[in-house]
């Protein structure tokens, strides 16, 4: 994959990803210079990743590299798909609107809550004891 293409960047929890897409591919997902089913083993990922481009019908307009890194396997999915719609959304800003509607355009701002002093977890609190 070399030559002319859109970068996004899509955060989820802990994770980063950097999703690059190649016009005139065919349809090829290289997550970390791994295969994309490879990489992502549980069933149903890569089609959750890539449903920005079917809500477009493009699926096999574009190759998408990525680098992801940080946090778990949900997050880093999430992550790549948010990048993924970014990208398009460089790519053709009149895709915007169909891409919001279906939600892919909003960064998922829920992150693990610290912990608080005194307690065990962020709410969490030790087992009271009368005596």
Do not use: C, W
Request: overall charge positive; aromatic content about 6%; cysteine-free.
């Amino acid at each position: 994959m070399a030559g002319q293409y859109y970068e996004g960047v899509g955060r989820r929890k802990a994770a980063t990803a950097r999703v690059r897409i190649f016009p005139g591919g065919t349809g090829n997902l290289v997550i970390n210079d791994k295969d994309g089913s490879d990489y992502l083993p549980r069933p149903g990922d890569v089609e959750i990743l890539l449903e920005p481009l079917t809500v477009l019908g493009q699926v096999k307009s574009y190759d998408v590299s990525v680098h992801v890194n940080g946090g778990g396997i949900s997050g880093q999915r999430d992550a790549i798909l948010l990048g993924l719609a970014r990208a398009l959304i460089k790519v053709d800003p009149e895709s915007k609107p169909k891409l919001r509607e279906n939600g892919y355009v909003t960064r998922d701002a829920r992150v693990k809550e610290r912990k608080k002093p005194g307690l065990k977890r962020a709410r969490k609190a030790p087992t009271y004891t009368k005596r």
